[in-house]
């Protein structure tokens, strides 16, 4: 098969790295790629969001499969777009169309959706600018701390939750007057949930469903889960609590449910869905919904599946994964994020990054790189992912760790406390 990923970070360079072992995987492309995947795949110069031009690549590269790594364009339409098109409609993909794609889209859809299906999760009040007051009235209600979530996409980052009333306040009145721009003329605040956070992966073809490897991740920019959200500072799999009881449950009271519902509103969904889950005392509570794979997770998952992922990825799009039989290693993967100085905040990009050409245990996967006249310089906030593997968290930490002692560009940031709490379990 010839296959196109579409993204350019660090979970699309995880994704080709997997896929480019199959037996199956002829030529592979990545738009718009990074210098990781320029190493595993041929990179394509076309915007994520450009579906002209990658239907116009599908077309002229013979391109059988299609997967789409980021969330934008799942919900911009991508999918729609394709199947619009005669010359694009019978070409494969993996990624739900829009009305699917509301599931990370909309926050309120997404909700709505756990509600009617009883789905366990927070409870929680949408407010827009006409039921302000009604959202001020809420906040005094729930305990502390508060949750407050735009509406739409925020590359991460549309999340507040602080244990100060006027603070929340304050927050909801900036949001809804634009702060994270049209995603949040509607703000979510919902109840907050005290536990232990975890990602359950799963592929569906709508119907058939293949959970992949857990993880957890770690999303702020400080030790100790300190300071400012980011887009995952690390992540772990195998996570510790979640033992054999504790994932039966999620499969019976979220991954069912949740197929079930999407069949029973009539929405065809071929792809991933990512399910953010709170443990709380034994008993799983949905955070969130994503429809494509995490990143930084999948630096964590994908090297756990022993399995033919090409194989797994065709067979989803053609409404045949009852046919494919999931296989894990036993090993732990651990990923470390290395991020650019001032992230999550503003950053400077193109600082010459060295040491890349070093023989490293475990993989180091790119996310914000780019090649320059022969030099790899930093491209994004989040520059590259060190995952490890090992018997056990420590030893693959010790991966990790070890491969970023090789790597130095200026300002290069990463925490030192991954998957120390899972440690103190």
Not at 146 to 152: E, F
Not at 228 to 256: L, R, W, Y
């Amino acid at each position: 098969m010839n296959v196109l990923v579409i993204g350019a970070g660090g979970r699309e360079h995880a994704l080709a790295w997997k896929i480019k072992q199959s037996p199956k995987c002829n030529d592979l492309y990545v738009a718009p790629g990074n210098a990781g995947t320029a190493a595993v795949a041929q990179n394509l110069t076309i915007g994520v969001n450009d579906f002209e031009a990658l239907g116009q690549a599908v077309l002229d590269k013979d391109i059988d499969l299609v997967i789409v790594g980021p969330e934008e364009p799942l919900v911009k339409g991508i999918r729609n777009y394709f199947a619009a098109k005669d010359e694009l409609k019978n070409i494969l993909m993996v990624g739900p169309d829009q009305v699917g794609a509301q599931l990370e889209g909309s926050k309120d859809f997404s909700k709505e959706f756990m509600v009617r299906n009883q789905i366990p999760t927070a409870g929680s009040l949408t407010v827009t600018a006409e039921n302000l007051s009604e959202g001020l009235d809420f906040l005094k209600k729930v305990e502390a701390p508060y949750v407050l979530k735009a509406d739409g996409l925020a590359a991460g980052k549309g999340v507040i939750i602080t244990s100060d009333i006027k603070e929340a306040e304050a927050s909801l009145k900036e949001m809804l007057d634009g702060q994270f721009g049209a995603a949040s003329q509607k703000v979510l605040i919902e109840e907050y949930l005290h536990g232990i956070e975890l990602s359950v992966f799963v592929l569906t073809d709508g119907k058939s469903y293949m959970t992949l490897p857990e993880a957890k991740d770690y999303k702020r920019i400080g030790e100790g889960d300190t300071g400012p959200n980011t887009g995952g500072m690390g992540a772990v799999s195998p996570v510790s609590f979640a033992d054999d009881a504790f994932m039966k449950k999620v499969e019976d009271q979220v991954i069912k449910p949740t197929v079930d519902g999407l069949n029973k509103d009539g929405i065809d969904f071929i792809g991933f869905l990512f399910i953010g889950l709170m443990n709380i005392k034994g008993e799983p509570f949905v955070i969130e919904y994503n429809v494509r794979m995490g990143d930084p997770e999948t630096e964590v998952v994908m090297p756990r599946i022993q399995s033919d992922m090409l194989s797994h990825l065709a067979a989803a799009a053609k409404g045949e994964l009852d046919k494919e039989q999931l296989e894990i290693k036993p090993e732990t993967a651990t990923t470390v994020v290395a991020v650019a100085e001032g992230y999550p905040g503003s950053y400077e990009k193109g600082r010459v990054m060295k040491g890349l050409d070093h023989d490293f245990k475990g993989i180091v996967f790119h996310a914000g790189t780019a090649v320059s006249d022969g030099q790899i310089l930093t491209n994004g906030g989040r520059v590259l992912a060190s995952t490890g593997l090992g018997s056990d968290i420590q030893s693959a930490l010790g991966q990790s760790y070890e491969n970023l002692q090789s790597i130095q560009w200026e300002g290069m940031n990463f925490r030192k406390d991954i998957g120390q709490d899972l440690l103190a379990l």
